[in-house]
């Protein structure tokens, strides 16, 4: 099925350990970004990218990082996992341009415990 | 981004109309109106957008007020399954990046 697709869907992590978060999507969408939600609360962003090559920060980059050498794939890394960074976490894809117009397509999320 | 203003949450009951409200005093003449919502446990899920008109879709209605400064998002007839928390966003419409910048949303509780 099409879709934005997360991988892995739970993971516990140890502080200082990194790991990397998978986001494929196959719509052919420029546009893709990644989200964290903690407990009752928004989503709030952390990266996008407009299109293969091109990433930018968003309201909550650091201590993440991300790539995008491909239309299909935006994963993003975690360099030293701290306790803060406990957290869902979502992606999300749409056409780069006009985005306003179309909505958004997001994952599952993939639900991360540092301890 | 101009900023949204919503109730925390809202309760219906089931088979009945549901009307969530939106307040967007500060919105520009670019912003589309956006709606999302969040089933438990899952990602956010588009509803529906407009800028001016009223807009209607399988999912629900929207409906703008004539200077803009609110909005309505209408569930005709809800159900347990729409039992989630709804997001109104504005969006401006531009070339490059147009994140989305979530609130804390409504929370609406279908009674039985």
């Known amino acids: 099925n099409a879709g934005v697709t997360q991988t892995p869907k739970f993971q516990v992590l140890k502080t200082g350990q990194s790991m990397t978060l998978q986001c494929a999507q196959d719509?052919?969408?420029?546009?893709m970004s990644w989200y964290r939600q903690d407990p009752g609360m928004g989503l709030r962003l952390i990266h996008y990218s407009v299109g293969a090559g091109i990433t930018d920060q968003g309201e909550v980059p650091n201590g993440y990082n991300v790539s995008r050498s491909t239309t299909e794939d935006f994963p993003l890394r975690l360099l030293s996992a701290a306790p803060s960074q406990t957290s869902v976490y979502f992606c999300?894809?749409?056409?780069?341009?006009?985005?306003?117009?179309?909505?958004?397509?997001f994952g599952s999320g993939t639900r991360l415990t540092v301890v | 981004d101009a900023k949204t203003t919503q109730p925390n949450s809202m309760e219906s009951n089931e088979e009945e109309p549901v009307h969530l409200p939106c307040n967007h005093s500060?919105?520009?003449?670019?912003?589309?109106i956006h709606w999302y919502r969040q089933l438990p446990s899952q990602g956010p899920e588009y509803v529906i957008h407009?800028?001016?008109s009223n807009v209607n879709n399988r999912m629900a209605s929207l409906a703008i007020a004539e200077d803009r400064k609110s909005s309505t998002l209408i569930l005709h007839r809800a159900t347990l399954r729409d039992a989630a928390v709804y997001y109104c966003i504005l969006r401006a419409f531009k070339t490059g990046a147009n994140n989305l910048f979530f609130g804390t949303g409504t929370r609406l509780t279908v009674i039985p």
């Open positions: 719509m052919n969408h420029e546009y």
């Open positions: 500060t919105i520009s003449g670019t912003d589309y």
């Open positions: 407009g800028l001016t």
């Open positions: 999300a894809s749409s056409y780069a341009q006009g985005a306003s117009l179309y909505g958004y397509t």
